[in-house]
Nanobody
Framework: QLQLVESGGGLVQPGGSLRVSCAAS????????MGWARQAPGKEREFVAA????????FYADSVKGRFAISRDNDKHTWDLQMNSLKPEDTAVYYC??????????????WGQGTQVTVSS
């Protein structure tokens, strides 16, 4: 089966930056839409960002637009989320998604295990 391994979560102060990464392994990597979602305590999982098969197009939730940037490396079978100007409201568990659909519902063929991002002073 395909496995997704996340890394890069942690604690950061408001206004700081953090980068989370996702690496796919276990079978041939396909050029699907990949992305990220997050879930804060007591809230539903929500869409954060997505990137097209070729990497030419990116999509962002309004809450993170202009602050976050998604990228992918199809040769390395990885995709990253660079998070800048972080706010306490960004605190959540972040999940990477393989073959991602985010509207009208969140769905993916595979999800990462989740990595905690905490923004606090």
């Amino acid at each position: 089966q395909l496995q997704l391994v996340e890394s890069g979560g942690g604690l950061v102060q408001p206004g700081g930056s953090l980068r989370v990464s996702c690496a796919a392994s276990g079978r041939t990597f396909s050029r699907y839409i990949m992305g990220w979602a997050r879930q804060a305590p007591g809230k539903e999982r929500e869409f954060v960002a997505a990137i097209s098969e070729s990497g030419d197009s990116t999509f962002y939730a309004d809450s993170v637009k202009g602050r976050f940037a998604i990228s992918r490396d199809n040769d390395k079978h990885t995709w990253d989320l660079q998070m800048n100007s972080l706010k306490p409201e960004d605190t959540a568990v972040y999940y990477c998604a393989y073959n991602f659909l985010w509207s009208p519902v969140l769905i993916a063929d595979y999800w990462g295990q989740g990595t905690q991002v905490t923004v606090s002073s």
